[in-house]
């Protein structure tokens, strides 16, 4: 700590800057890997998700029309039973839309650990030009 007391104000200064640009540098790696990473992992729920709808539709239709006939086999005329089995399918896919759109969310992609990361950074270097200072006025 002794070296540190002999150093001038512009050789801290010229520390801080340097390590300053480091440290962004590195947090800008970070930042876009973890970017990329959520990205990645939207897009494989996204394709998932298209996928799984290009199976399900056929067999949707085809359940749906078992139920309109079991339906109609109970005595509900043909009309009634597919307005009640259409509006039950119609409930379902929306609930399933709305928990779809959620995981699209803007901010499920942001780099949140990043940003924590930066204002851990922004506090250390805070703490640390106060200590500087204060080995500046103690010397």
Known sequence: MAAATNRSIPELFGDVIGQLSTLLRKE???AR????ENISRAALGLGLIVGGAVLLIPALVVLLEAAVAALGDLGITPAAAAG?????ALVIGLILAAVGASWLRAKSLL???TIQQLQNDAATARRQMRYDNE???AA
């Open 28 to 30: 800008g790696h970070l």
């Open 33 to 36: 890997a973890e970017i990329s």
């Open 84 to 88: 009640i089995v259409g509006g039950c």
């Open 111 to 113: 780099p949140s650990k």
């Open 135 to 137: 080995l500046q006025r």
